[in-house]
Every structure is written in structure tokens, then in C-alpha cells.
């Protein structure tokens, strides 16, 4: 254990002197979670090896698994990247400061811990406020998983970092809700077209809408359980209870999650219900079931905002199985959806 101080800052207005002192953390070795537009982050300066290693100490994240770079001026890519084609500048100018991450082929001096002895470097320009500065004043790249124990959902309060890494690490810097609430999108472009290994709060629309339209790979594989970025391999996001993910048609849904209550009830088990405002009028999700709202099914940006803290909120409710109804995968619902997917061990239930 080591002590581990909190600061909240106002993300509209962060104080320079905690940013600051945040800084000389990562400048001297430290880790420090801070917030970023999608989830917190558990930042190491890169070129600190030991650091490094301890980020994947401290969460228990598989040494095979590379981490994401953050920088804040768009310059910094030419110091990591070895090639940087034309749509990455494109892409660049387009979407950064904001939740896409780049992988292009890395220059020599990444260390080995960074890019998990890959020949590639994932590149991130993140737009919240309190990122931003806290880059600034470090004016060093710096890596950084979401700041969560592996396999747990990822943080989008400093609530969630708390009770993940509380005595773990030398500060965390509280700024409240994230925003985005899912994980920036991954997008290769080492290859010969540009591919989403990670659907993200960039959606493969608003890519296209850049690049042009069928532009961009969106691997079938994201929709099962093979991995594409090393990272997707693992049980993740995870909440303790099993989560089965269910499609169909809402009005036969409904009558399926009823049978359920219902099964569990004479059970004596809990059941968590995570669906849209639409699914509360579940005639028992009134009273035997713990329901828990993505907001309206129109405006995926709100699932995406919610969903983790949703999942960890199933944990503190104790309820034995989860069932989801599936997202739209419009925008950034298709984030939703492969979270949930992942959630649900790789597994979607269509119910007839
Ligand atoms: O929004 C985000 O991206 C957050 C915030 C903190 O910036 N970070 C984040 O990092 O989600 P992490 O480590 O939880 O997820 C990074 C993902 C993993 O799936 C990892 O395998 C993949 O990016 N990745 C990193 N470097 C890669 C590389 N060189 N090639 C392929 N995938 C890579
Ligand atoms: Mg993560």
C-alpha cells in the first residue's frame, strides 16, 4: 500500500498548481489516473521503463497487452511514429483533440513495454480539458491504459478509480463524469486499408464521412469473440455477475425477461435488467427486478455515457445474472455493442 492523494478538480476550470504537481508525479516515475473525454486514464511517462512495468503491475493487465500513447500537440506523432501515411494526418486534423487512437508503425526508442513488443504504436490526442493541461505540463508522452483493475469495467468517475486503485498509486485526479463513457476507437493503419480494431467514441460514419464511404474495414471478427487489437482477447469489462446479452424484438424480449423474473423470483435469486426507458415498463421490472437504464434507444450517446458505471452498479447491487437488451448499432451504439458483446463472454442471444 502506498498512499495515494485525491484531487478533485473542476474540469471547466482545472487548478494549474494540482495539474502541476501531477505533472512532477509523472515527470519523477509516479503514476497518476486522470480523466480523459472517454474513461480515465492510468498514465506513465513512456520513456520510463520502470513506470511502465508498473502499470501492468498495478492493474494486473497481461504483459501482451500495449498501451495506448497520449500526447497533447499533433506534432508528437512524428516523434513516435516511423511513417505516418496521409490519412493519419488527415484523420489528425479531423478528429483530434478527441477519442481516436491511431496505430502506426513505431520509431526505435518506444520501449518495449510501451507497444508490447509489437512493431506498431497506438497514438492518442485526447480533448478533455484536464488531459490536456495535465500533458501540457508533463510535455512528455504519456502512456495510459483506462485506469482499471484488468477485467473490471472501465472507470468513467473517480468514484470507479477509487475503489480500483486507491493505495496502488501516487495520485488520481478526480474531475467527475468523462463524457464520451466508452473507449476511444482503435483504428490500424499500418495495412493497406484503414480497420477499426476497437469501435469507439469515433464512429466508423463519421470515419467514412473523412476517408469516403466503404473506406474503412470493420472486421467481422469484432462481432464475435476473436481478438484484433491484443487487448480484446481477454474477459473484460466484466461485471461479477454472468451477463447474457439478448436481440429481438422488443415486445417478445419483454415477455422473455418476465418468464426470467419470474423463474428467479422462485429461485430466490436477483436479477439485473440493463435496457433502455422504453424496457422499464416490464410489468415486474417495477419491483422485482433491479433495472438500470442506457436512457432512450434514439440517442445511443447516452448508453455510452452510462454504460459502465451501469455495470459496476449491477456489482454493488449484488444481483446474481445480468440481461442486457441489445443496442442499436447505429453511431456510437456499436461501441455499445461490442462492450456489452465482450461483457457477455463474446455471446449474443437472439430470443424468437
Ligand atoms: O479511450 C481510451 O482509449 C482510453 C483512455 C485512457 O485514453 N484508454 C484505453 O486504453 O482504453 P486500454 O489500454 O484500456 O486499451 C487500449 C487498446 C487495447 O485493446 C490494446 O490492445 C490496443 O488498444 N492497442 C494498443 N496498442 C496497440 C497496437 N500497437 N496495436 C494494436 N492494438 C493496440
Ligand atoms: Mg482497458
Redesign the pocket.
Known amino acids: 500500500m502506498i498512499k495515494t492523494e485525491i484531487i478533485r478538480v473542476n474540469p471547466e476550470a482545472p487548478d494549474e498548481g494540482a495539474l502541476a504537481q501531477a505533472a512532477a508525479i509523472l515527470r519523477r516515475g509516479g503514476l497518476v489516473a486522470f480523466p ?1 473525454e ?4 492510468l498514465g506513465a511517462v513512456i520513456y520510463n521503463r520502470v513506470s511502465v512495468k508498473n502499470i501492468f503491475t498495478v492493474k494486473g493487465r497481461p504483459g501482451d ?4 500513447v ?1 500526447i497533447y500537440r499533433e506534432e508528437q506523432i512524428f516523434e513516435l511514429a516511423r511513417e505516418t501515411p496521409a490519412a493519419a494526418m488527415v484523420l489528425a486534423r479531423r478528429f483530434w483533440p478527441g ?1 481516436l ?1 491511431m ?1 502506426l508503425p ?1 520509431r526505435e526508442g518506444i520501449p518495449v513495454e510501451v ?2 513488443g ?1 512493431p ?3 497514438i ?1 490526442l ?1 480533448s478533455h480539458p484536464v488531459a490536456r493541461e495535465l500533458l501540457r505540463l508533463t510535455d512528455l508522452p504519456v502512456a ?4 482499471n483493475l484488468s477485467g473490471r469495467p ?1 472507470p468513467t468517475r473517480g468514484s470507479h478509480v477509487i475503489t480500483d486503485l486507491n493505495g496502488k498509486i501516487e495520485m488520481i485526479i478526480d474531475a467527475g463524469p468523462t463524457g464520451v463513457g466508452v ?2 476507437t ?1 483504428l ?1 493503419l499500418t495495412g493497406l486499408r484503414p480497420r477499426i ?2 469501435p ?2 469515433v464512429t466508423r460514419e463519421m470515419l467514412e464521412a473523412v476517408l469516403g464511404a466503404g473506406a474503412v474495414e470493420t472486421p467481422e471478427a469484432l462481432n464475435d469473440s476473436r481478438p484484433l ?4 482477447k481477454y474477459r473484460h469489462y466484466a461485471p461479477q455477475a454472468p451477463l447474457r446479452l439478448l436481440t429481438g424484438e422488443t415486445r417478445v424480449i419483454h415477455t422473455f425477461l418476465q418468464e426470467r423474473v419470474d423463474q428467479a423470483r422462485q429461485a430466490g435469486k436477483k436479477i439485473g435488467v440493463i435496457g433502455y426507458d422504453e424496457d422499464q415498463g416490464i410489468p415486474s421490472c417495477r419491483t422485482e427486478v433491479t433495472f438500470f437504464s442506457l436512457g432512450r434507444r434514439s440517442n445511443p450517446a447516452e448508453g455510452a455515457e452510462r454504460l459502465f458505471h451501469l455495470l459496476r452498479l449491477c456489482d454493488q447491487a449484488g444481483v446474481d445474472e445480468i440481461y442486457a437488451v441489445a443496442p442499436p448499432r447505429t453511431g456510437v451504439g456499436e461501441a455499445v455493442y461490442n462492450r456489452l458483446l465482450k461483457a457477455a463472454g463474446g455471446k449474443v442471444e437472439e430470443i424468437k
Open positions: 480523459t472517454t474513461v480515465y486514464g497487452n500495449p498501451l495506448i497520449h477519442p487512437t496505430i513505431k507497444s508490447a509489437l506498431t504504436v497506438a492518442r485526447p495510459a491504459p483506462s485506469a472501465s473507449e476511444s482503435v490500424d480494431l476497437r469507439g467514441g487489437a491484443p487487448g480484446m
